[in-house]
């Protein structure tokens, strides 16, 4: 858990499960601001506020740190990907059409030009957006089924991915892929 402090700048194969990395130490880090009381008591009186102030900071890092665009292995590293933490944890305690319209400014600005491939941010603008709607999706039983399967199998998926989908592109399917 300590590639990105201790690993290469290029990308290699310890690089493959920087997302764990990025979660297990920006939860400790948001572990340790919550034992001061100050920083508790804030986050129990107003919730979003101490969301987007987390947000705030953490993307004035990023910007500091590498900017819009984040290189191929900067965009992996755990400083430059804790605003995507502190956005999630926004989306999460915003209450009302202006809270979320405003995460849905700060997610669209901030994930435009970080990948530097506008396919990739469109599609994780848009599951943020979704994920902002903040009210059921109906679905017809056999779809709702098959959310529901593929829900249930997220974290495997999410782990096992990239050992999959470089295949699929070697093979001739990028939308597979």
Same mark, same amino acid.
Request: glycine residues 6%; hydrophobic residues 60%.
């Given at each position: 858990?300590?590639?990105?402090?201790?690993?290469?700048?290029?990308?290699?194969?310890?690089?493959?499960?920087?997302?764990?990395?990025?979660?297990?130490?920006?939860?400790?880090?948001?572990?340790?601001?919550?034992?001061?009381?100050?920083?508790?008591?804030? @986050?129990?009186?107003?919730?979003? =506020?101490?969301?987007?102030? #987390?947000? /705030? %900071?953490?993307?004035?890092?990023?910007? !500091?740190? +590498?900017?819009?665009?984040?290189?191929?292995?900067?965009?992996?590293?755990?400083? @430059?990907?804790?605003?995507?933490? =502190?956005?999630?944890?926004? #989306?999460? /305690? %915003?209450?009302?059409?202006?809270?979320? !319209?405003? +995460?849905?400014?700060?997610a669209v600005?901030?994930?435009?030009?970080?990948?530097?491939?506008?396919?990739?941010?469109?599609?994780?603008?848009?599951?943020?957006?979704?994920?902002?709607?903040?009210?059921?999706?109906?679905?017809?039983?056999?779809?709702?089924?098959l959310v529901?399967?593929?829900?249930?199998?997220?974290?495997?998926?999410?782990?096992?991915?990239?050992?999959?989908?470089?295949?699929?592109?070697?093979?001739?399917?990028?939308?597979?892929?």
């Amino acid at each position: 858990l300590l590639n990105g402090v201790l690993g290469r700048d290029t990308w290699d194969d310890d690089w493959q499960f920087w997302f764990i990395e990025a979660v297990v130490l920006g939860y400790l880090a948001l572990a340790v601001l919550l034992v001061l009381p100050w920083v508790d008591r804030l @986050v129990h009186r107003r919730p979003f =506020a101490a969301a987007m102030t #987390a947000l /705030a %900071a953490t993307l004035a890092l990023r910007y !500091a740190t +590498v900017g819009v665009e984040a290189g191929p292995s900067e965009r992996y590293s755990v400083a @430059v990907v804790l605003w995507c933490i =502190a956005l999630g944890w926004a #989306a999460a /305690a %915003a209450r009302g059409r202006w809270q979320h !319209a405003l +995460v849905a400014l700060v997610a669209v600005v901030a994930i435009t030009g970080f990948f530097d491939d506008g396919r990739r941010e469109a599609i994780v603008v848009v599951g943020v957006l979704v994920l902002l709607l903040d009210r059921p999706v109906p679905l017809p039983r056999v779809a709702a089924l098959l959310v529901g399967w593929i829900s249930a199998a997220s974290l495997w998926i999410y782990l096992t991915q990239w050992q999959v989908y470089p295949e699929l592109e070697a093979a001739g399917h990028p939308q597979l892929a």
